[in-house]
C-alpha cells in the first residue's frame, strides 16, 4: 500500500475528525498520507498530517508550515470538559515519520506550492548545521545523533533555521531558536519501515526558559512547536535541503 500512498487534503469530516476546525478557520489547510487516514477510522492508530498557511503576494511571508504526529491516545480525553480536550495545532508533536517515499509526496507539494522545481542544495544560508556540542548541550538523546549504517558520521541531521528578518514578526509561534531535524536519506520510490530517529522530517523551537530545565530534551521539545514560516527563498533552500539527503555538507 506504501507504494501507491498519496498526500491528500483532509475533508471537512476528518477536519471535524482530528479537531483542527479552529485552526482551518484561521486560513490553515492540511493534508494526509492517505494510509494514515485509512487506518485513523478503523484501529489503534498514528496519523501524520501536514498544515500550511499561504500568505499574500505582499508578505515577505510566503507561508507557514506545520508538522503533526498524532495518535489515538491523545485524543483519549474527556468530552464533556472543554479543558481536557487535546487541541493539536497547540499541543501536537512537531515531526513526521517519513519514508523515502513520503518524502517525495511532500517534496512535490512543497514544489507545487512554489510552482518551480528546485534543485538539490548541499547547503543553504539559512540553515546552519548544529554542531555534536550544540546537541550536547541540548541533551539530545544519542539514538537521534547523525550517523549512517557503520557508526560513522553522517551528512547534517539538524540545523538552526534562521529566517530573513522581514519573515520573523510575522510567524505564528513566539521567537525562540528555530530547530529543524532532516531525514538522513533523499526522496526516493522506497517505503521502507518508517519511524523515528532518521526517519523524521521535525520542527522545533528552544527558548531560554527551556535551556534552565533539567527535564529539556532536544527531540521532546517538538510538542506544540512544529510550525515554522518561510519566505519564497527559505522554502526554496529548504526543499533543496531536503532533495540533496546524503549529499549534504
Same mark, same amino acid.
Given at each position: 500500500?506504501?507504494?501507491?500512498?498519496?498526500?491528500d487534503p483532509l475533508s471537512s469530516d476528518d477536519i471535524a475528525f482530528f479537531r483542527l476546525d479552529r485552526s482551518q478557520a484561521q486560513g490553515w489547510r492540511y493534508l494526509i498520507f492517505s494510509s494514515? !487516514?485509512?487506518?485513523?477510522?478503523?484501529?489503534?492508530?498514528?496519523?501524520?498530517?501536514?498544515?500550511?498557511?499561504?500568505?499574500?503576494?505582499?508578505?515577505? =511571508?510566503?507561508?507557514? !508550515?506545520?508538522?503533526?504526529? =498524532? @495518535?489515538?491516545?491523545?485524543?483519549?480525553?474527556?468530552?464533556? @470538559?472543554?479543558?481536557?480536550?487535546?487541541?493539536?495545532?497547540? /499541543?501536537? $508533536?512537531?515531526?513526521?515519520? =517519513?519514508?523515502?517515499?513520503?518524502?517525495?509526496?511532500?517534496?512535490?507539494?512543497?514544489?507545487?506550492? &512554489?510552482?518551480?522545481?528546485? $534543485?538539490?542544495?548541499?547547503?543553504?544560508?539559512?540553515?546552519?548545521?548544529?554542531?555534536? /556540542? @550544540?546537541?550536547?548541550?541540548?541533551?539530545?538523546?544519542?539514538?537521534?545523533?547523525?550517523? #549512517?549504517?557503520?557508526?560513522?558520521?553522517?551528512?547534517?541531521?539538524?540545523?538552526?533555521?534562521?529566517?530573513?528578518?522581514?519573515?520573523?514578526? =510575522?510567524?505564528? &509561534?513566539?521567537?525562540?531558536?528555530?530547530?529543524?531535524? &532532516?531525514?538522513?536519506?533523499?526522496?526516493?520510490?522506497?517505503?521502507?519501515?518508517?519511524?523515528?530517529?532518521?526517519?523524521?522530517?521535525?520542527? %522545533?523551537?528552544?527558548?531560554?526558559?527551556?535551556?534552565? #530545565?533539567?527535564?529539556?530534551? &532536544?527531540? #521532546?521539545?517538538?510538542?506544540?512547536?512544529? %510550525?515554522?514560516?518561510?519566505?519564497?527563498?527559505?522554502?526554496?533552500?529548504?526543499?533543496?535541503?531536503?532533495?540533496?539527503?546524503?549529499?549534504?555538507?
Amino acid at each position: 500500500m506504501n507504494q501507491e500512498e498519496q498526500l491528500d487534503p483532509l475533508s471537512s469530516d476528518d477536519i471535524a475528525f482530528f479537531r483542527l476546525d479552529r485552526s482551518q478557520a484561521q486560513g490553515w489547510r492540511y493534508l494526509i498520507f492517505s494510509s494514515s !487516514l485509512y487506518l485513523a477510522h478503523i484501529m489503534d492508530w498514528t496519523a501524520d498530517v501536514i498544515g500550511y498557511r499561504l500568505l499574500g503576494p505582499a508578505s515577505p =511571508l510566503f507561508v507557514e !508550515l506545520r508538522l503533526l504526529h =498524532l @495518535d489515538e491516545d491523545l485524543f483519549d480525553d474527556d468530552p464533556s @470538559d472543554p479543558t481536557s480536550l487535546f487541541l493539536p495545532e497547540q /499541543e501536537g $508533536a512537531g515531526y513526521l515519520a =517519513l519514508s523515502p517515499h513520503r518524502l517525495m509526496l511532500v517534496v512535490d507539494f512543497l514544489e507545487g506550492l &512554489l510552482q518551480e522545481s528546485v $534543485a538539490s542544495l548541499p547547503s543553504a544560508p539559512l540553515f546552519h548545521p548544529l554542531s555534536s /556540542e @550544540d546537541l550536547k548541550a541540548w541533551r539530545l538523546d544519542p539514538l537521534f545523533f547523525p550517523k #549512517d549504517q557503520n557508526g560513522q558520521p553522517s551528512p547534517p541531521i539538524w540545523y538552526r533555521y534562521e529566517p530573513e528578518e522581514s519573515v520573523r514578526p =510575522l510567524e505564528t &509561534l513566539p521567537e525562540g531558536v528555530r530547530i529543524v531535524q &532532516l531525514p538522513s536519506y533523499g526522496p526516493g520510490k522506497t517505503s521502507y519501515r518508517h519511524g523515528y530517529g532518521d526517519f523524521s522530517l521535525r520542527f %522545533t523551537r528552544v527558548y531560554e526558559t527551556d535551556l534552565h #530545565d533539567p527535564s529539556f530534551k &532536544l527531540a #521532546d521539545s517538538c510538542w506544540g512547536r512544529g %510550525t515554522h514560516g518561510f519566505s519564497r527563498a527559505g522554502l526554496r533552500q529548504f526543499v533543496g535541503l531536503l532533495k540533496a539527503g546524503p549529499a549534504r555538507a
